[in-house]
């Protein structure tokens, strides 16, 4: 993969990372709380023959600056620069955003700044869709980071076996040792302003998902114990043209527990959307 940083709106640079051919199908993954882009490697993979993907380290992430002003994670606006800046960086047009757990907050501020002329489609994975006091208690797993507050401390003695134990919980079944402490040693990486600053808004985002007119489909393990199937259900609800795909057994991160299902049922999506849209 080939890497570029691009600057957001306020000057926060983006990290981000390319794999395919730019001629074919484009897609923009962006990962959830804590973590950056290496989650996505088993998907990548597997589609980057297909599709060109670029993935992007949110602010506060990865190799992305990190802001110490928590007001750089709350504003909307921010959000939705970042990603489309990044869409500028790779020149890419009917792009289908795929959005894991928190990257749906991104993906919405994007969708509320932006609109989705320039989208394919919307694809979410764990999503959420509210933050903040708009949040409510069904939409909330026992294993939710919100419910951890040494997941927030800058106490290293707390904070690396909370975070263990969070990336732990994000699969139903145990990851293997050497993906299991890249996604471990990601979360350390995203520092605990960012942390705290990213559920300190108030937004639900449903209705920002009821006004899209491009097509959608939310993937969401039945075994999620970090966002609830039912938000999932949700998600799919809002959305004109969404569709609720369960997976049965699984957790919070799909494309991790079940890389080959994944990458079929989102190629299928991207396939169908394109027919559709040609039609």
């Not at 057994?249 to 299902?261: K, M, N, Q, S, V």
Request: glycine residues 8%; hydrophobic residues 45%.
């Amino acid at each position: 993969m080939s890497a570029a940083k691009i600057a957001s709106s306020d000057g926060t640079r983006i990290a981000t990372y390319s794999a395919g051919d730019p001629a074919n199908p484009a897609i923009l993954l962006i990962h959830g709380w804590a973590q950056q882009s290496l989650c996505w490697d088993p998907l990548i993979a597997r589609l980057k023959d297909r599709f060109h993907i670029v993935a992007m380290d949110l602010r506060g992430h990865g190799a992305s600056d990190k802001p110490d002003d928590p007001a750089a994670y709350t504003d909307t606006q921010l959000w939705a620069d970042d990603v489309a800046a990044v869409m500028e960086l790779h020149h890419l047009s009917q792009v289908t955003l795929v959005g894991w757990s928190y990257g749906s907050r991104v993906i919405a501020s994007y969708l509320a700044t932006h609109g989705d002329a320039a989208l394919s489609g919307v694809v979410l994975a764990g999503g959420i869709v509210a933050i903040g006091t708009a949040r409510e208690d069904w939409m909330v797993g026992a294993d939710s980071p919100g419910l951890d507050r040494d997941l927030y401390t800058t106490d290293l003695a707390r904070l690396i076996p909370a975070t263990a134990q969070f990336v732990d919980a994000c699969t139903a079944k145990p990851l293997d040792r050497d993906t299991y402490g890249r996604m471990v040693a990601a979360n350390m990486l995203c520092p605990a302003t960012a942390r705290r600053a990213l559920f300190a808004a108030n937004w639900d985002m449903r209705p920002t998902y009821a006004a899209m007119t491009c097509p959608g489909l939310v993937i969401h393990g039945t075994a999620d114990t970090v966002v609830s199937p039912q938000t999932g259900e949700a998600a799919a609800n809002a959305m004109p043209k969404g569709r609720y795909l369960p997976y049965e057994g699984i957790g919070h991160a799909p494309f991790l527990e079940d890389p080959d299902r994944f990458a079929a049922d989102l190629s299928a999506f991207i396939q169908d959307t394109r027919k559709e849209q040609a039609a």
